[in-house]
T-cell receptor, first 111, second 115 residues
Framework: GESVGLHLPTLSVQEGDNSIINCAYS??????FIWYKQESGKGPQFIID?????DKRQGQRVTVLLNKTVKHLSLQIAATQPGDSAVYFC??????????FGAGTRLTVKP | DAGVIQSPRHEVTEMGQEVTLRCKPI?????LFWYRQTMMRGLELLIY????????DSGMPEDRFSAKMPNASFSTLKIQPSEPRDSAVYFC?????????????FGQGTRLTVV
């Protein structure tokens, strides 16, 4: 029979536009967060991380924002490129124990 | 460095057979993680080694699953006997440090299909 799986949220953007991918986390005690990118047929790839004592961190073309009040994490990608098309996962960690991944968001970049 | 190397990339086996997945972490990394990814459950941690010692195996689904790390450059994940519900992509990752608060590098994964 047909299997029912996770329905990934999707985001479609035009090449050159900025992308914002959101993640709601569950554990108010989580103190470390990571964004991963997973391209088809590959393993997750680290993009950027942030610790709970910060609310913003910037990398190359990417920015992570953390709002602990509402337990929300976002990844902003500037000038999105076709190579950014992938599934993006947020992951949370508390006190260096375990790593819990979100369901992921599929980003599609239209040329 | 070639990164984390997993083998095989694909494995198709019959229900009841033993399956062994292999992982070579990045040289110098002292933490190794096995994850399973399915459409139903997403990415789940199975087991975590630090300095070749299993630290947390609470994610291992049941006794049919076992993992070993005989040395710093090799780990195996074994399923015996395999069942169709074990079908998934299994990832190995490694990092330098202890725990989860340093960057982990993932392998390409092993896609396991149990028929």
């Amino acid at each position: 029979g047909e299997s029912v799986g996770l329905h990934l949220p999707t985001l479609s953007v035009q090449e050159g536009d900025n992308s914002i991918i959101n993640c709601a986390y569950s554990n108010s005690a989580s103190d470390y967060f990571i964004w991963y990118k997973q391209e088809s047929g590959k393993g997750p790839q680290f993009i950027i991380d942030i610790r709970s004592n910060m609310d913003k961190r910037q990398g190359q073309r990417v920015t992570v924002l953390l709002n602990k009040t509402v337990k929300h994490l976002s990844l902003q990608i500037a000038a999105t490129q076709p190579g950014d098309s992938a599934v993006y996962f947020c992951a949370e960690n508390e006190n260096n124990n375990d790593m819990r991944f979100g369901a992921g968001t599929r980003l599609t970049v239209k040329p | 460095d070639a990164g984390v190397i997993q083998s095989p990339r694909h494995e198709v086996t019959e229900m009841g057979q033993e399956v062994t997945l292999r992982c070579k972490p990045i040289s110098g990394h002292n933490s190794l993680f096995w994850y399973r990814q399915t459409m139903m459950r997403g990415l789940e941690l199975l087991i975590y080694f630090n300095n070749n010692v299993p630290i947390d195996d609470s994610g291992m689904p049941e006794d049919r699953f076992s993992a070993k790390m005989p040395n710093a450059s090799f780990s195996t994940l074994k399923i015996q006997p395999s069942e169709p519900r074990d079908s998934a992509v299994y990832f190995c990752a490694s990092s330098y440090g202890q725990g989860f608060d340093t960057e982990a590098f993932f392998g390409q994964g092993t896609r396991l299909t149990v028929v």
